[in-house]
């Protein structure tokens, strides 16, 4: 007896199994992809620059080492019963050519041959301590409104410089105040009450954010503000 050919082998799968089967075998599971997800991630984390953060950092540095810088000011003038003046500088970036003069660099100054019976005698200033260069990139800004220290016309150096100090600063427009014997300053105290004197202040922000605000005062800012009856620091960050 011939046997019948028959049109195909029965296989037991439907064509709707065969598919799902197949989908199963050339897909991924939840875990695999889960993995594959952290290991972008990281990628991500470690090849995108974080500019941000390091710019916030760097401002972060510069406003903790001037605040030192005038802490330390403050406590010589009264431990060594003498002025101690911080005086601020305009010139153009040391490790960037051809850049514009801003306020980049501050250096601490001794007052010496001081005569108390004639006010109008300049004392001279000796360097007490090494020109400090802002980081690269920050700058204090030289606006009225963020900045009154250095762009009040009382408190802008006088020509005569002491013979101490760098050559890089000595033609630069400067401006300061002092650290006295008695805890005070020499910056105007025009407040009716030492309960609320007025803040002199100045702001740090980075180049980089000033440019792409046209001047504007950025998000990004540290603003250091000296009470002029006490010498006391004060530090406002948003």
């Given at each position: ?82 002025p ?15 850049s ?6 501050y ?102 954010d ?10 990004n ?18």
């Amino acid at each position: 007896m011939k046997r019948r050919p028959t049109k195909g082998r029965r296989t037991g799968f439907s064509p709707v199994c065969r598919l799902a089967r197949l989908r199963r075998n050339v897909g991924f599971t939840l875990l695999e992809l889960l993995a594959v997800i952290i290991i972008i991630g990281i990628i991500a984390v470690l090849t995108i620059p974080s500019t941000g953060i390091l710019g916030s950092t760097t401002l972060t540095k510069a406003a903790e080492e001037l605040t030192a810088t005038l802490n330390e000011a403050s406590e010589t003038a009264v431990v060594e019963n003498t002025p101690i003046g911080i005086r601020f500088y305009e010139i153009a970036s040391v490790d960037i050519p051809d850049s514009e003069e801003e306020f980049r660099a501050y250096q601490l100054v001794r007052l010496t041959d001081i005569v108390p019976e004639d006010p109008t005698q300049t004392a001279t200033e000796v360097a007490e301590t090494d020109l400090f260069y802002l980081p690269q990139q920050v700058l204090i800004m030289d606006t009225p409104a963020n900045s009154t220290l250095v762009t009040t016309d009382s408190l802008e150096c006088e020509q005569q410089q002491g013979e101490s100090l760098p050559e890089a600063v000595k033609d630069a427009t400067c401006y300061g105040f002092d650290f006295l014997p008695d805890g005070s300053t020499t910056l105007p105290k025009t407040a009716a009450e030492e309960s609320e004197p007025p803040l002199w202040f100045l702001t740090l922000v980075e180049e980089t954010d000033l440019i792409r605000t046209s001047g504007e005062l950025p998000k990004n800012f540290i603003t250091l503000g000296i009470n002029p009856f006490t010498g006391t620091v004060r530090r406002y960050q948003p």
